[in-house]
């Protein structure tokens, strides 16, 4: 799961954006990720549906890099 806050602008006034986006990565990348919390990254990839079953959207990583600042 992917947590995202930022402020942007919208109609001249600032906005709070938060919001948590379910994510997927697998191979070999998946093994250097799959315990770590609390970090900030960066990640790309595609936003595809879940599953056959469930149409939510779901974010598959395809880079991922700890975001440095």
Request: aromatic share 8%; proline share 3%.
């Amino acid at each position: 799961m992917l947590q995202h806050e930022s402020w942007q602008e919208e109609n001249g006034q600032k906005c709070l954006v938060k919001f948590e986006l379910p994510a997927k990565l697998i191979g070999k990348e998946a093994l250097n990720w799959q315990h770590r919390e609390g970090v900030q990254i960066e990640a790309s990839g595609f936003l595809a549906q879940r599953s056959q079953r469930y149409r939510n959207p779901m974010l598959r990583i395809q880079n991922i890099k700890e975001y440095k600042g």
